[in-house]
């Protein structure tokens, strides 16, 4: 079984992973070197392939018929990392501020809210699986995320980027909360059924 731990798709799930530290570092050099468009724009690819993968690694998995459990583990714990990464870096240097910062903290806390919902099913035997408009509310969040790394730095070219991504931003957490809830809706049957 080692040998579906290093598949291609898993290799993929870890890049994800790698991903992370890569774009934080990014921000950090922003910061110390005053490169703040290219080290925005590095960002930027970086998320972008990043984001590819998110589709590959699944869509290989799949065809190939190399679905694994750390796999299954790892993919949406890349996915998180990567959101909530990205989400606390565009916070910090102010790209979103004010009332756009709640809209990060809604999707932040539906993750961490769903997350434990999964574990506490997943012993149960029980699997929520995702829906298509999860699946949507997923991509519309990575574009979000896309605008807002490019920021300041996209807005000298295209001058309503950072706007853009907070627009969108709000969407995907109106759409957080409404997946939210109809995860936590096929889940509490099994919670209180577990009480009784």
């Given at each position: 079984?080692?040998?579906?731990?290093?598949?291609?798709?898993?290799l993929?799930?870890?890049?994800r992973?790698?991903?992370v530290?890569?774009?934080?570092?990014?921000?950090?050099?922003?910061?110390r070197?005053?490169?703040s468009n290219?080290a925005?724009w590095?960002a930027?690819?970086?998320?972008i392939?990043?984001?590819?993968?998110?589709?590959?690694?699944?869509?290989?998995?799949?065809?190939?018929?190399?679905?694994?459990?750390?796999?299954?583990?790892?993919?949406?714990?890349?996915?998180?990392?990567?959101?909530?990464?990205?989400?606390?870096?565009?916070?910090?240097?102010?790209?979103?501020?004010?009332?756009?910062?709640?809209?990060?903290?809604?999707?932040?806390?539906?993750?961490?809210?769903?997350?434990?919902?999964?574990?506490?099913?997943?012993?149960?035997?029980?699997?929520?699986p995702v829906?298509?408009?999860?699946?949507?509310k997923?991509?519309l969040?990575?574009?979000?995320?896309a605008?807002?790394?490019?920021?300041?730095?996209?807005?000298?070219i295209?001058?309503?980027?950072?706007?853009?991504?907070?627009?969108?931003?709000w969407?995907a957490?109106?759409?957080?909360?409404?997946?939210?809830?109809d995860?936590?809706?096929a889940?509490?049957?099994?919670?209180?059924?577990?009480e009784?």
């Amino acid at each position: 079984m080692a040998s579906r731990a290093y598949s291609l798709p898993n290799l993929l799930t870890y890049g994800r992973i790698l991903a992370v530290p890569l774009i934080v570092l990014c921000f950090f050099v922003e910061g110390r070197l005053s490169i703040s468009n290219t080290a925005r724009w590095v960002a930027l690819w970086i998320f972008i392939i990043a984001s590819i993968t998110d589709f590959l690694d699944g869509y290989l998995a799949r065809i190939w018929n190399q679905t694994s459990n750390i796999g299954r583990m790892l993919d949406p714990i890349a996915d998180k990392l990567l959101v909530a990464s990205i989400l606390l870096l565009v916070a910090a240097d102010q790209t979103i501020a004010g009332w756009s910062i709640w809209a990060a903290i809604i999707i932040l806390c539906r993750e961490i809210l769903v997350s434990g919902l999964r574990e506490y099913l997943a012993a149960l035997k029980v699997s929520v699986p995702v829906t298509r408009i999860a699946k949507w509310k997923t991509t519309l969040q990575l574009v979000a995320i896309a605008f807002l790394l490019a920021g300041p730095a996209g807005d000298e070219i295209f001058p309503y980027t950072t706007q853009t991504g907070i627009a969108l931003l709000w969407i995907a957490a109106l759409l957080t909360i409404y997946t939210g809830y109809d995860y936590f809706r096929a889940g509490l049957k099994h919670i209180v059924d577990d009480e009784e």
